[in-house]
C-alpha cells in the first residue's frame, strides 16, 4: 500500500475525491473516500473450488481466463490472511484447502457462521446464500507480482500495478459485501513460527484490512473468522478495539505511518456517516473513543462544548437519556472526569447500566465503571466514578457467569485502583476474566494479591481453563499459564459448572445428541465443557502452543469430560486435525 489510501463509496461506485486527512476535520462537511488506483480483479468462487494445492499467482490466473474485474453488483468475498511464507502466501496450500471447504460448506448451507462463544446471543446464526455465484478477492490472485516487502526493496515503484493495487486495498475491503479472516492454526514455512487468529490480529496491514471493513460505510460491517472447517464465527468486538493500527507489527517499518493515517481517515468517513444517517449512539461511540482508538491526545471540553460536540439538545437530554450513548457514558468513553463529575453533580446516576450497545461490544446489564474497565481507561477515571460511590462490586450476567468491574481488568494500575474501593477478588472469581483477555502482568498482580488460581467460582471452571477458552486472541496466553501452574494451579482440574451455565450445558448436549453436527459451535462446546480440562479445552479451541505448552507441564491426555471425550475428540469434533498428531504421540 502506498501513500495516499483512499475508498470508494459505500455503493459500490467508484470515487473521484480524493480527501487528505489533514483536512478531515469531523467537525465540517468532508467526507473521507478511498479511490481505485487499480483495477479489482476476482476470481468466481465456482472456479476456485476447482482448483487444488498451492494457489496460482496473478499473472498464472491471467493467462487462463479466471480473473474478471470487479463490477458493482458481483457479489464478492474479501479474504484477508497471513502469509506462510516468504515468497507466496500459502505454499503448501493449507489455507486455501481449507478456505475452499468452508465456501462449499456455506454455499450448500451445511455451515452457519454463529457468534462468539462469549457474546449474548450464541444461537444467532446466518447463512451466505449468494456465496454460490459470488466471487472472490485474495491479494495473491488480485495483484500482479506481489512478494514479500523488505526494507529498501521496491521503495521506487510507487507507479507500479503492483504498488497501485497495494494502494487500492482499501478500496477493494470497501466493495466486498463479505470479509473472511482466514487464520487457522498453520507453521510459517520460513520462520518455523505457527500463525493463527493471534497472530494475524498483530500484524499490522490485517489490522488495516480489518479496520477498513469495520469503519467502512456499508451496512454490513461483518467479519467472519475461519478458526477451521468446522467453525467460523463472527469477530468479537474488543477484538478489533484492543488491536490499534499504530501498535501493528509491519515488515517495513516506515509503513506504519501510512497505514496510521488510513485508520485516521477511515475513522473520520465513519463518523462523518454516521452523522448524517445513524444510529446516534455509533456516532457518539466513535466521537468518543477517537483519540484512545488512534493514540491521540485526548480533548477536555467545558459543558456546553460537550453537549454540542455529541450532540445533545441540552443537559437535561444528556443526563436523563437512559439507552444508548448517554451523557455519561460519552464522559467515560472519552476520559473526561471533569465532565462526569459535573454530570453527577447534576444528578445523573454513576451506576447506570448499559443499554442498546451489544454490537459494538459493551453488554446490557454492564455497569459504566465496567465500561471504563473494560475500554482500557486510566485509572484516574475509575477513581473518579468511585469516588461518585460507583460501585465496584456490582455484577453484570454474561452467557451463564457473574462479571463484576475487576473480571474485566486491563493493567494492573487498574487492579490497584479497584482494590483501593474495596473491589472483591472472591465470588465473582474476576482472575477468570483477566487470565484469558488480560496480560501476564495483570494477573500477575491479582495472585499477588491473594487471589487464589485454584478457587473454584460458582460458574464451575478455573483460570485455566479461561486462558483456553478466551486466549485465542490474547498473545499473553502461554505466559499467563505460567504464571499460574508457577502459583501451583492444577494442570488436570475438571470444570464443574454450576448454576445458569450448568443448565446451558445440560441443554446442549440433550441438543447434541439428537442433532450431532448440525448443532451450532457454541451447543457443541458447551455439551463438552462439564468435566474438561485445560488441555481439552485448549483442544477444542485448537491452540496448539497452549495444547504443547500444557503437555509439557504433565497434562494428562487420557482424562474425559463428564460424556466421555478425550482432549484428542474435542479437537477432532472441532476440525482441528492439526493437533491430532501431538495429542496421539503423547497418548502412547
Same mark, same amino acid.
Request: charged share 20%; hydrophobic share 40%; with cysteine.
Given at each position: 500500500?502506498?501513500?495516499?489510501?483512499?475508498?470508494?463509496?459505500?455503493?459500490?461506485?467508484?470515487?473521484?475525491?480524493?480527501?487528505?486527512?489533514?483536512?478531515?476535520?469531523?467537525?465540517?462537511?468532508?467526507?473521507?473516500?478511498?479511490?481505485?488506483?487499480?483495477?479489482?480483479?476476482?476470481?468466481?468462487?465456482?472456479?476456485?473450488?476447482?482448483?487444488?494445492?498451492?494457489?496460482?499467482?496473478?499473472?498464472?490466473?491471467?493467462?487462463?481466463?479466471?480473473?474478471?474485474?470487479?463490477? !458493482?453488483?458481483?457479489?464478492?468475498?474479501?479474504?484477508?490472511?497471513?502469509?506462510?511464507?516468504?515468497?507466496?502466501?500459502?505454499?503448501?496450500?493449507?489455507?486455501?484447502?481449507?478456505?475452499?471447504?468452508?465456501?462449499?460448506?456455506?454455499?450448500?448451507?451445511?455451515?452457519?457462521?454463529?457468534?462468539?462463544?462469549?457474546?449474548?446471543?450464541?444461537?444467532?446464526?446466518?447463512?451466505?446464500?449468494?456465496?454460490?455465484?459470488?466471487?472472490?478477492?485474495?491479494?495473491?490472485?488480485?495483484? !500482479?507480482?506481489?512478494?514479500?516487502? +523488505?526494507?529498501?526493496?521496491?521503495?521506487?515503484?510507487?507507479?507500479?500495478?503492483?504498488?497501485?493495487?497495494?494502494?487500492?486495498?482499501?478500496?477493494?475491503?470497501?466493495?466486498?459485501?463479505?470479509?473472511?479472516?482466514?487464520?487457522?492454526?498453520?507453521?510459517?514455512?520460513?520462520?518455523?513460527?505457527?500463525?493463527?487468529?493471534?497472530?494475524?490480529?498483530?500484524?499490522?496491514?490485517?489490522?488495516?484490512?480489518? %479496520?477498513?471493513?469495520?469503519?467502512?460505510?456499508?451496512?454490513?460491517?461483518?467479519?467472519?473468522?475461519?478458526?477451521?472447517?468446522?467453525?467460523?464465527?463472527?469477530?468479537?468486538?474488543?477484538? %478489533?478495539?484492543?488491536?490499534?493500527?499504530?501498535?501493528?507489527?509491519?515488515? @517495513?517499518?516506515?509503513?506504519?505511518?501510512? @497505514?496510521?493515517?488510513?485508520?485516521?481517515?477511515?475513522?473520520?468517513?465513519?463518523?462523518?456517516?454516521?452523522?448524517?444517517?445513524?444510529?446516534?449512539?455509533?456516532?457518539?461511540?466513535?466521537?468518543?473513543?477517537?483519540?484512545?482508538?488512534? $493514540?491521540?491526545?485526548?480533548? +477536555?471540553?467545558?459543558?456546553?462544548?460537550?453537549?454540542?460536540?455529541?450532540?445533545?439538545?441540552?443537559?437535561?437530554?444528556?443526563?436523563?437519556?437512559?439507552?444508548?450513548?448517554?451523557?455519561?457514558?460519552?464522559?467515560?468513553?472519552?476520559?473526561?472526569?471533569?465532565?462526569?463529575?459535573?454530570?453527577?453533580?447534576?444528578?445523573?446516576?454513576?451506576?447506570?447500566?448499559?443499554?442498546?450497545?451489544?454490537?459494538?461490544?459493551?453488554?446490557? +446489564?454492564?455497569?459504566?465503571?465496567?465500561?471504563?474497565?473494560?475500554?482500557?481507561?486510566?485509572? $484516574? @477515571?475509575?477513581?473518579?466514578?468511585?469516588?461518585?460511590?460507583?460501585?465496584? $462490586?456490582?455484577?453484570?450476567?454474561?452467557?451463564?457467569?457473574?462479571?463484576?468491574?475487576?473480571?474485566?481488568?486491563?493493567?494492573?494500575?487498574?487492579?490497584?485502583?479497584?482494590?483501593?474501593?474495596?473491589?472483591?477478588?472472591?465470588?465473582?472469581?474476576?482472575?477468570?476474566?483477566?487470565?484469558?483477555?488480560?496480560?501476564?502482568?495483570?494477573?500477575?498482580?491479582?495472585?499477588?494479591?491473594?487471589?487464589?488460581?485454584?478457587?473454584?467460582?460458582?460458574?464451575?471452571?478455573?483460570?485455566?481453563?479461561?486462558?483456553?477458552?478466551?486466549?485465542?486472541?490474547?498473545?499473553?496466553?502461554?505466559?499467563?499459564?505460567?504464571?499460574?501452574?508457577?502459583?501451583?494451579?492444577?494442570?488436570?482440574?475438571?470444570?464443574?459448572?454450576?448454576?445458569?451455565?450448568?443448565?446451558?450445558?445440560?441443554?446442549?448436549?440433550?441438543?447434541?445428541?439428537?442433532?450431532?453436527?448440525?448443532?451450532?459451535?457454541?451447543?457443541?462446546?458447551?455439551?463438552?465443557?462439564?468435566?474438561?480440562?485445560?488441555?481439552?479445552?485448549?483442544?477444542?479451541?485448537?491452540?496448539?502452543?497452549?495444547?504443547?505448552?500444557?503437555?509439557?507441564?504433565?497434562?494428562?491426555?487420557?482424562?474425559?469430560?463428564?460424556?466421555?471425550?478425550?482432549?484428542?475428540?474435542?479437537?477432532?469434533?472441532?476440525?482441528?486435525?492439526?493437533?491430532?498428531?501431538?495429542?496421539? +504421540?503423547?497418548? @502412547?
Amino acid at each position: 500500500m502506498g501513500n495516499a489510501p483512499l475508498l470508494c463509496q459505500s455503493d459500490g461506485t467508484k470515487a473521484t475525491a480524493v480527501v487528505d486527512v489533514a483536512d478531515a476535520d469531523i467537525s465540517d462537511d468532508h467526507v473521507c473516500v478511498h479511490q481505485y488506483l487499480f483495477p479489482m480483479y476476482v476470481v468466481k468462487v465456482s472456479d476456485f473450488l476447482l482448483m487444488h494445492g498451492a494457489p496460482q499467482a496473478h499473472h498464472a490466473l491471467k493467462e487462463k481466463g479466471l480473473l474478471h474485474e470487479w463490477q !458493482p453488483g458481483m457479489f464478492t468475498v474479501f479474504v484477508s490472511h497471513q502469509w506462510l511464507g516468504a515468497r507466496m502466501p500459502d505454499p503448501l496450500g493449507q489455507h486455501v484447502k481449507i478456505l475452499r471447504e468452508v465456501l462449499q460448506q456455506l454455499k450448500d448451507k451445511s455451515l452457519k457462521v454463529e457468534a462468539d462463544i462469549t457474546r449474548q446471543e450464541p444461537g444467532s446464526a446466518t447463512s451466505y446464500e449468494q456465496v454460490a455465484d459470488g466471487y472472490l478477492f485474495l491479494d495473491w490472485f488480485a495483484i !500482479p507480482q506481489i512478494t514479500a516487502r +523488505t526494507q529498501g526493496v521496491n521503495e521506487d515503484a510507487t507507479r507500479s500495478d503492483a504498488a497501485l493495487a497495494v494502494q487500492s486495498i482499501p478500496a477493494y475491503v470497501e466493495a466486498c459485501n463479505m470479509f473472511v479472516a482466514l487464520v487457522p492454526e498453520a507453521v510459517h514455512m520460513d520462520t518455523g513460527l505457527q500463525c493463527n487468529y493471534n497472530t494475524w490480529l498483530s500484524r499490522g496491514w490485517c489490522r488495516a484490512e480489518l %479496520w477498513c471493513r469495520l469503519l467502512s460505510n456499508r451496512k454490513d460491517t461483518s467479519v467472519v473468522v475461519i478458526f477451521s472447517v468446522k467453525e467460523a464465527l463472527y469477530i468479537v468486538p474488543s477484538d %478489533w478495539q484492543r488491536n490499534l493500527i499504530a501498535d501493528g507489527l509491519f515488515t @517495513v517499518e516506515s509503513d506504519r505511518a501510512q @497505514v496510521v493515517k488510513l485508520g485516521e481517515m477511515a475513522m473520520a468517513s465513519k463518523i462523518q456517516h454516521l452523522r448524517q444517517w445513524g444510529p446516534m449512539s455509533q456516532y457518539r461511540f466513535y466521537l468518543a473513543r477517537w483519540p484512545q482508538l488512534l $493514540n491521540q491526545k485526548r480533548v +477536555t471540553w467545558e459543558l456546553w462544548e460537550f453537549l454540542q460536540h455529541f450532540h445533545f439538545p441540552d443537559i437535561e437530554s444528556a443526563i436523563k437519556e437512559e439507552c444508548g450513548m448517554t451523557g455519561m457514558l460519552c464522559a467515560v468513553l472519552a476520559g473526561d472526569v471533569n465532565i462526569m463529575q459535573q454530570l453527577v453533580e447534576r444528578r445523573a446516576n454513576p451506576n447506570a447500566r448499559i443499554c442498546g450497545l451489544s454490537d459494538i461490544g459493551y453488554y446490557d +446489564t454492564q455497569t459504566l465503571l465496567m465500561t471504563a474497565v473494560k475500554s482500557s481507561q486510566d485509572s $484516574n @477515571v475509575l477513581s473518579a466514578l468511585m469516588s461518585m460511590h460507583a460501585d465496584p $462490586n456490582a455484577v453484570s450476567r454474561l452467557v451463564g457467569y457473574r462479571v463484576a468491574a475487576a473480571w474485566l481488568a486491563q493493567t494492573p494500575d487498574q487492579i490497584k485502583t479497584l482494590l483501593e474501593y474495596r473491589a472483591q477478588l472472591v465470588g465473582t472469581q474476576p482472575l477468570n476474566g483477566v487470565a484469558g483477555r488480560a496480560s501476564t502482568e495483570t494477573v500477575k498482580s491479582f495472585l499477588e494479591s491473594r487471589c487464589d488460581p485454584s478457587y473454584l467460582p460458582k460458574e464451575g471452571y478455573l483460570p485455566l481453563h479461561a486462558v483456553g477458552f478466551f486466549g485465542r486472541a490474547n498473545p499473553h496466553a502461554c505466559d499467563t499459564v505460567r504464571i499460574l501452574l508457577s502459583f501451583r494451579a492444577d494442570v488436570n482440574a475438571q470444570t464443574d459448572p454450576q448454576g445458569p451455565l450448568y443448565w446451558d450445558c445440560v441443554w446442549a448436549r440433550v441438543h447434541v445428541s439428537l442433532w450431532g453436527m448440525e448443532s451450532s459451535v457454541y451447543q457443541r462446546k458447551m455439551a463438552c465443557l462439564p468435566g474438561a480440562t485445560p488441555l481439552s479445552v485448549a483442544a477444542m479451541m485448537g491452540d496448539k502452543t497452549l495444547v504443547q505448552l500444557l503437555l509439557d507441564n504433565d497434562a494428562e491426555v487420557e482424562i474425559s469430560n463428564h460424556r466421555g471425550d478425550t482432549a484428542e475428540d474435542m479437537a477432532r469434533v472441532s476440525g482441528h486435525t492439526h493437533l491430532l498428531p501431538i495429542l496421539c +504421540t503423547f497418548s @502412547v
